[in-house]
């Protein structure tokens, strides 16, 4: 294959695996980022920000530590390594212990990034690997969800934030709240679709407005920043999937809506499972994992363990990923299927 | 290291083959019946104690027990070294020699891995006064809570089970059938009510409000 | 036999396996009990000391029968003499401390397929005399018992904030659950390898430095 001419190839180079390197396409995640977590500061106050530092300043200074001096300057310019911390703080519920958040960015870089070579060279979404990490390890406090306080309450930060590293959680009794998964999963009571659209629920810090999310999706598909065929791949398959059930019994499963605009599926179909590092690089090997990554949400939130189930339907998909890849490599023309002439 | 293995001038023939397979399996087998005979009564002491505890711990004021077996038509009682099956269950004895409870075992899936559930069980009262989790690989800090938990252990003192055992969220039980589930596992505690329903289903209809009594002299 | 054993020194087969030759951080042999039962430090050091017994009995008959074992049968008698040291294991352990044994069990009858203790025989305990090679099972087995503590010990303190079920930070601690699960293991194990290998590269670089000074002063 290596000798191919490249004046033949109708696409843009689809074997090489773009890494993001550029730091104008960080800017334009940063930029596309911007309504959403803003969103999250109205409604979860100091706290939000504040677990978003400490997710960030993990992911930055393990960068740091772990680059060899003389690269440090360009890995760090390109703000990656804060791209990540910022992307799984807003994964994190707002009343996480500050250290925890730490903890995450941390091994989000390390174990998701840096230990597979770098920016460019790991099979896993970072963040989803730091969130995977904290679930399993901190499953009470990244279960533990507040009620939204305004913004007439922005200074209110949790006493779980303040937690002294390594120590728990204390109990918070009057300010828990289920989120709309969880309520879903748990109580089968679905929460008004209107309330979801604007972000007014509880939930990790960034999920919670569908809108905004929805606006910096297409701010980004605008930048063609994005692969528009993963967002909505996903959407279709899960819309698809759960208005079967949907129609199966109403009572018990949720509608196609409330699965699009519930819990993680935006933020993670339009910022997460689009990272061109860890999904296909063909548009057929896209699809094919849009549709797996859809699926797989809809198959965990309704029938698995776990009241969501987008983290582990990306990673999952994340890990198919180098196969898809070799399935849907495109036939060079002129040659068989096995690539000779 | 590839020029160590020793050169064989001539194949040896296959009965010293077999021979020499022949001996080493009949030492070893020697050893094991030796090993097996010397450590047999102190593991089978070790396993009826610990079923012996856990019979006490679900049943109140229960000092003696003996093993009974339902035959399909009524419970008879079995000696003590007799192997359980599913049809066994547990009667719990006062230090008078009366009959106090059963104790019955379950085992069904959890969040994880296959959950045993030992709970006691007053069939005059229509209660569960005791449940104790024998087995279970639940996640720590969430599931194993189920054991772990006081509070939730505590659920099942004074349980009634008619028309079942339901779970209900933490702090709105309400009834005598009801039980506090534990926040963040309800998934394993509706597990452990769904064994112990399961379990109280099958034996119900079994279960004489008095059991046979006691047979053996007190220890 | 054909090689000479005279000029190997009983001291150092015995240290090649606690460092040079570790088992598990340069072997990389015997994971499955390694990921498999080092949640707590005692478990670890319980199946650290059955594979122990099991190596330095096993190396110690194969390395004395030696001459009467065939080789074409040598495996299957490999395989019993050391399926019946850790069928004893298994009788001893139950008898005297169930509780350990609840907890490994099925790994302890599992020692049977360690390729470290089969690995062993074949390699070394059928070719040397019987010093050596209880020498070697000896190092092989501390190795192997010093990583399955390192192990266990740190996804112990991670994972419970114990070590040997003795509370080391108060009941505060926030236990990182994920340590005790199977992935804690994994990753545990593969920082340890990071680590291991790390510090050998700079004893390497270290004693090429030496070295090179040395040439210069001479």
Known sequence: MSKQDPKLLLQPAPLLRQGMTTPAAMRDVWLALLPATAAALWYFGLAALLVLVASIAGSVLTEWAFTPKERRAITLRDNSAALTGLLLGLTLPPAL??????????????????????????????????????????????????????????????????????????????????????????????????DLLIGNTAGSIGETSALLLLLGGIYLFLRRDLDWRIPVGIFASAALFSAILYGVDAERYPSALFTLLSGGMLLGALFMATDPVTSPVTPKGAWVFAIGVGFLVVLIRVFGGFPEGMMYAILLMNAATPLIDRWTQPRVFGRNKGGSA | MSSGLPIMEKEPSSTTLVAALAIAGFLSGIIIIGVYLATFDTIAENKARELREAVFRVLPNVTRMQKLRYDGSELVVLPDNAKDDEE???????????????????????????????????????????????????????????????????????????????????????????????????????????????????????????????????? | MAISSKK???????????????????????????????????????????????????SFLVSSLKRWIPKQVRISVYIVIIATFVTVVDYVLLATVPAIHKELGAFIPLIVANCLILGRQEAFASRYPVKLAVM????????????????????????????FGVSLFGDNFEPWVIMILPPGGFITLGLLLLLFNWVGERKQAFIAQVAEAERGKA
């Open chain 1, 97 to 194: 212990p500050l250290w925890m958040a730490f903890v995450g960015g941390a091994v989000a870089i390390g174990i998701g990034k840096l230990i597979w070579g770098g920016l460019g060279a790991n099979i896993f979404n970072p963040a989803l690997v730091g969130r995977a990490f904290l679930l399993a390890t901190f499953p009470i406090a990244m279960t533990s969800w507040t009620v939204q306080q305004g913004p007439a309450e922005f200074f209110t930060v949790h006493a779980s934030n303040l937690t002294a590293p390594f120590m728990q959680a204390p109990v918070m009794d009057t300010l828990s709240a289920a989120t709309p998964l969880g309520q879903m999963k748990f109580e089968q009571s679905a929460t008004p679709l209107w």
């Open chain 2, 88 to 219: 066994t269950i547990y009667g719990g004895y006062n230090d008078a020699g009366e009959f106090v409870g059963y104790a019955i075992v379950n085992a069904g899936p959890g969040f994880q891995d296959t959950v045993r559930v030992i709970y006691g069980y007053r069939p005059a009262e229509r209660k569960v006064v005791g449940m104790w989790i024998l087995e279970s690989r639940e996640t720590p800090g969430l599931g194993d809570k189920i054991y772990k938990d006081a509070a939730f252990v505590a659920n099942f003192d004074n349980l009634g089970v008619d028309p079942e055992i339901v779970a209900v969220k933490k702090g709105t039980k309400s009834r005598a059938n009801e039980i506090d589930a534990i926040t963040g596992a309800t998934i394993s505690s509706k597990a452990v009510v769904r064994i112990m329903n399961e379990a109280h289903k099958k034996w119900d209809a079994r279960l004489p409000v008095t059991a046979p009594a006691l047979q053996q002299a007190a220890e």
């Open chain 3, 8 to 58: 190997m020194n009983p001291y150092d087969e015995m240290m090649k396996g606690l460092w040079r030759d570790n088992p598990v951080f340069v072997q990389v042999l015997g994971m499955c009990p390694m990921l498999a039962v080092t949640n707590s430090a005692i478990n670890a050091i319980a199946m650290g000391l059955a594979t122990f017994f099991v190596l330095v009995g096993s």
């Open chain 3, 136 to 163: 070697d099972a000896i190092g092989m087995a501390t190795g192997f018992l010093l990583a399955m503590f390192a192990l266990g010990s740190v996804r112990e303190i991670l994972g419970e904030g114990k070590l």
